[in-house]
Each structure stands twice: as C-alpha cells, then as structure tokens.
C-alpha cells in the first residue's frame, strides 16, 4: 500500500449515497422512465417554447412509453436558451426560483438557469456524491480556486462540500502567491479548480521555494475545461497529489453530472438525474455505446429550468463495463473536446486536446502552449507555440532545432497535419485563471 492510499478514506466509504449509486440497471431504468415521463409532462404543461417543440413534432407526453422513447423528443440547444432570454424556459414561477446563475455571455446572450429550493439541495448531493468519489470526506479541508459569481463552477462544488461537512476555503481564482501561502497556512486537503490553474499553483508554489511537502494536500478535484492524462499525471506530480476529473454544464446543472472515482477510469454520470445519449454530431442518430459522438443530456429531477434532450457539443463515449468502485452507473469518457472547438486546417479535423497528448509526451516540452491558426493565400496554417525547460531554451541551438524537429514529426504523424513550431522561453505564455485559451484563430472566413 502506497503512502497515498493510506491518507485515503476505506473503499466502503467512497460512496456518498449507496443505495442511489450501486442500485441494480434494472431499477435504475424504471426510475429514469418514470422521472423521464414526468418532465416531459411539466415542460409540456408548463414551458410554451416545449409544447411548440413537441407539437410540431407530433409528441404527447403519453406517448413516452419506454426509455428509448426519449429519441421521438426535440433536441434543445444554447441558442434555445439565448432566444428564451432570461426566463423564457423556466418551469417554475420566479416566487419558487431561490437562485439564478448565467454563464459569461462572451459570444452571444447569457444563458440563464434558475433553481428552485429542491434543485439546490439535489446539486449538493450530487456534487458531494463527485467529491466523495475523489477520496473527499468530512475531514478534509477544501481549496476551492473556481471563480464565483454567476459561475457555476464556484458554488457547485462549495455547497457539495459543505454538504459532506468539509471546511471549505471559498478563495476564488487569482493572486495565486496567495493562494499558496492560503493552502499552506490553512491545512488544504483538496484542491478544486480547473487542471491549467492547478498547474498554474504548482509552478507558483516551486518560484516561492514552497515544497509539496510543506503542504498538507493529497487529492483535486478538477474541470471545467478539456484535459489530457498526461496534463493529469504532470498535476499529480508536481502537487504530489491524487487528481480526479469531473464534468458538468451551466446549463443542464453545473458541476455534479459525472465525476471520476479513483480508479480513474471514466467519469460516473448520476444516471438517476440525467439521461444520456451519444450522437452523431452531424446527423443527430443515436450511437452505440462504445463510440465517440455529442453528448446529449436530458435533465430528470429539475424544477426550475428542465431541459429535453439537450446538446453539449461535448465529445466523448459511453461505457457500461462493470467498475470495481462498485457503482453501477455509466461512465463517459474524458471529454475529448467540442464539436465547435474542432480545428479544421486543410479539411483535416483536429481538437486541441490531441495536440496536447502529443506535446506533454516530449521531453523537455512544458504543458504551457498556444495554437495560432492563420491563412497564408488561399491555405490554412498552424503554429504551435510551446514553452521549454530553461535546460532546452539555454542549451545549444542544435538541441533546439533537434526538438523542433521532433514535434513537427510527431504532430504530423498522429494528427495528419504539418505545423511550424516556435519554442518560446518558459513563463512567456500567458497562464490563465481559469479556463485557458489555447487556440488563437486569425482566419478571415
């Protein structure tokens, strides 16, 4: 047994809600039919924007027979919501909403979610059923670096830990030197955040002289933006750390859809909450399980703000095989990147978090990059501008056009296409605060 293993709480005590997270598929299905009937009654009865939707696609809420009925409903997306502004998709009257978050509105109109009191309590089960999962328990103290505000990252996953009764410092995102001397002083446990961040902390930590070692962490708890298991492993080193991924969307809840347990080998999605389906991003049509496609989730539980069937643009695949955790739900694979976050240069498709893999396996490359896309005449270009240790940058030149070399191969022949490489000085890119900005894209369309 590893020093690590025996800071962690006992197996049996990994479950937040057994009876919920280890019920038979059986059961589990009758569940999800019955709470699937049932929004689908309230937003027929309640929401205009779905009775349209259904109508017009010749639905009634009777006719929702079987589980695999859910593939005659309407797909709901982002501009759906954009188009509701602000309230135009709650089920329930303001008086019932006791909380409202949105996300950032960079691109278009804010998304608006509304909470009732019942939907706040189910958020925190679900986030504390996430974080005990992840080896949290009553007794850790919590770092929690997510920003807050209308954010849903923050308060997710602060109320979640309040709900297992942890201590929770709730320090949001920035001054990281004092986020350090915080973690430090206060006796943090867990680390909460996106993984770039907690990267972004760990070299803090060293440029402070702080050792991992005069800190009292053991795991994180980390999403809200794509990542790699070799990002993951360089966390889980650097911090000396257990790292767990978790995944959940302003939209359908925030934080507490799915989550890692530490076998670390896919996230358990709250199948009892949400119903999920994988498509074809492009004609719609349900996958087999085992296949990367859209994920789509339909909210069961929800007052405030139901969602049917709704489109995450998240990419990733399903998979049912028993886990030795004992929980019986699915498990959905990292997310490998969204369908409008796919590069495509020269009608080859490419997502960041491929690139990625690629960089972090190369000695002497640190996880610290930008993609420039740019067109030159009628044709696309990709630079990959990649930070090196401070051994590489000081080194010799040939060393550096050796590397240079290596990266080209090495994206080339995993990702079928050819970029230029700059190897720029460590520290030089701009570290994020919270979810980072890879891709830089000058094109002209």
């Given at each position: 047994m590893t020093t690590l293993n025996r800071r962690l709480p006992p197996l049996k005590h990994r479950l937040?809600?057994?009876?919920?997270?280890?019920?038979?598929?059986?059961?589990?299905?009758?569940?999800?039919?019955?709470?699937?009937?049932a929004t689908v009654r309230r937003v027929y009865e309640r929401v205009p924007f779905y009775r349209e939707k259904l109508d017009a696609a010749g639905v009634k809420p009777e006719d929702i027979r079987r589980l695999d009925d859910v593939q005659k409903l309407p797909f709901t997306c982002k501009d759906d919501l954009r188009a509701a502004y602000p309230y135009g998709l709650f089920a329930a009257p303001?008086?019932?909403?006791?909380?409202?978050?949105?996300?950032?509105?960079?691109?278009?109109?804010?998304?608006?979610?509304?909470?009732?009191?019942?939907?706040?309590?189910?958020?925190?089960?679900?986030?504390?059923?996430?974080?005990?999962?992840?080896?949290?328990?009553?007794?850790?103290?919590?770092?929690?670096?997510?920003?807050?505000?209308?954010?849903?990252?923050?308060?997710?996953?602060?109320?979640?830990?309040?709900?297992?009764?942890?201590?929770?410092?709730?320090?949001?995102?920035?001054?990281?030197?004092?986020?350090?001397?915080?973690?430090?002083?206060?006796?943090?446990?867990?680390?909460?955040?996106?993984?770039?961040y907690a990267l972004h902390i760990a070299e803090t930590m060293y440029e402070m002289g702080v050792s991992p070692d005069e800190l009292s962490l053991r795991v994180g708890l980390f999403g809200a933006e794509p990542s790699s298991e070799t990002l993951r492993r360089e966390i889980e080193a650097k911090l000396q750390i257990?790292?767990?991924?978790?995944?959940?969307?302003?939209?359908?809840?925030?934080?507490?859809?799915?989550?890692?347990?530490?076998?670390?080998?896919?996230?358990?999605?709250?199948?009892?909450?949400?119903?999920?389906?994988?498509?074809?991003?492009?004609?719609?049509?349900?996958?087999?399980e085992g296949y990367t496609g859209e994920l789509v989730l339909t909210t069961l539980t929800k007052e405030g703000i139901p969602l049917l069937r709704y489109r995450t643009r998240d990419l990733t695949r399903l998979d049912s095989s028993p886990c030795s955790c004992g929980r019986t739900f699915r498990r959905m694979a990292r997310v490998q990147g969204r369908t409008d976050d796919m590069m495509i240069i020269r009608g080859v498709n490419v997502f960041p978090s491929q690139i990625e893999n690629v960089l972090l396996e190369i000695e002497g490359v640190e996880p610290h990059y930008e993609l420039v896309l740019d067109r030159v005449g009628a044709l696309d270009t990709l630079e990959i501008r990649v930070e090196v240790t401070p051994e590489i940058f000081e080194g010799r030149m040939a060393g550096l056009v050796e590397l240079e070399k290596r990266i080209r191969h090495k994206v080339q022949s995993e990702c079928g296409i050819t970029p230029t490489v700059s190897l720029v000085e460590p520290k030089s890119i701009q570290r994020s605060q919270g979810k980072a900005k890879r891709v830089i894209d000058k094109r002209v369309f």
């Open positions: 937040w809600d057994p009876k919920a997270e280890t019920m038979s598929r059986e059961d589990l299905e009758k569940l999800q039919l019955e709470r699937l009937q303001l008086k019932d909403i006791v909380r409202i978050h949105a996300s950032s509105g960079t691109t278009g109109l804010s998304t608006v979610v509304g909470y009732t009191r019942r939907d706040l309590r189910i958020w925190s089960d679900l986030v504390a059923r996430l974080l005990t999962a992840g080896g949290v328990t009553r007794h850790d103290v919590v770092h929690i670096s997510f920003g807050y505000g209308l954010f849903t990252g923050g308060f997710g996953l602060h109320q979640g830990s309040e709900r297992i009764g942890a201590s929770v410092i709730p320090v949001s995102s920035g001054n990281t030197e004092r986020q350090v001397r915080l973690m430090k002083d206060f006796g943090a446990t867990a680390l909460v955040g996106t993984p770039s257990l790292a767990t991924d978790n995944y959940g969307l302003s939209e359908v809840m925030g934080p507490g859809v799915s989550g890692e347990c530490l076998n670390k080998s896919g996230l358990h999605i709250n199948e009892d909450h949400f119903l999920a389906e994988i498509i074809n991003p492009e004609t719609g049509e349900a996958l087999p």
